[in-house]
């Protein structure tokens, strides 16, 4: 009889996933944060411990429930995302950055609630944060197949790429957010995957179906890399 192609599977592999918005204070009661409602990387969670997957999630603050199966961190800050990505991938073999983390940061954070002035208007110091995927994907030691997404209302292929190869992943799903009706706080998405010598578009359908399909894809380049 014909031989069997070996099945993908993801039975023990160990996967860490970032997951939701990021918040970041600006005094006690104040905070800089997205719209990202955490369902795509929520989603890849489920499913990959569906799968067999040994699933770590750090999850922004979002009202979500945890995955059954799935090993839960939660965090508020981007440096606080960063720390826990940093641990977690680092005994992991595949990473997932599907976190929208907030680029800035108040440059200090008022310990008292901020009292409105005088003045019509108000500047706030900003600075960066760390990029949590590029440190994951420039880690010298146990580095992870790391998987990035880019969303995108403009030019979504080209910034794509250009996230693949500027923060060293090995995969982008590449998210257009320009239309309301998908992505960012809705139950349906479509992303097409890119890697460096290819990519797949996958059509809009409901986060769930989405999410096994880049599971599979994953799986997929991370046994063609691995070998
Ligand atoms: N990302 C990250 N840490 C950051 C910013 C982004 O880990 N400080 C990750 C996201 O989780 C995602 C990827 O990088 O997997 C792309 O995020 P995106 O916001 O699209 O890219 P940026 O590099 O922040 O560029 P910009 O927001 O200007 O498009
Ligand atoms: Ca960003």
Redesign the pocket.
């Known amino acids: 009889s014909a031989k069997q192609q070996p099945e993908l599977s993801w039975q023990g592999i160990t996967l860490s996933i970032?997951a939701g918005p990021t918040r970041e204070a600006i005094d006690p009661v104040r905070y800089i944060s997205n719209q990202s409602s955490g369902k795509m990387g929520f989603a890849l969670a489920a499913i990959a411990a569906q799968l067999g997957a040994d699933v770590t999630l750090i999850a922004g603050p979002v009202p979500l429930a945890t995955p059954a199966g799935v090993k839960r961190v939660d965090v508020i800050s981007?440096e606080q995302m960063h720390q826990a990505a940093l641990k977690a991938a680092q005994n992991s073999a595949i990473f997932i950055?599907?976190?929208?983390?907030a680029?800035y940061r108040m440059a200090e954070i008022a310990v008292e609630k901020l009292k409105k002035t005088s003045d019509d208007a108000l500047t706030l110091k900003l600075v960066k944060?760390?990029?949590?995927?590029?440190s994951v994907a420039a880690l010298s030691q146990q580095r992870p197949f790391t998987v990035?997404?880019?969303?995108?209302t403009h030019n979504l292929i080209d910034?794509a790429k250009g996230?693949l190869t500027n923060?060293k992943l090995d995969m982008i799903c590449a998210n257009d957010v320009s239309d309301p009706a998908q992505g960012f706080n809705t139950e349906h998405n479509a992303v097409t995957m890119i890697w460096p010598n290819g990519e797949l578009a996958l059509p809009a359908q409901a986060k769930t179906e989405l999410a096994k399909l880049i599971l599979q894809q994953i799986l997929q380049q991370y046994q063609m890399v691995e070998k």
Request: net charge negative; charged share 25%.
């Open positions: 970032t981007a950055g599907c976190a929208a983390v680029d944060n760390p990029d949590i995927i590029a990035g997404f880019a969303a995108e910034y996230k923060k």
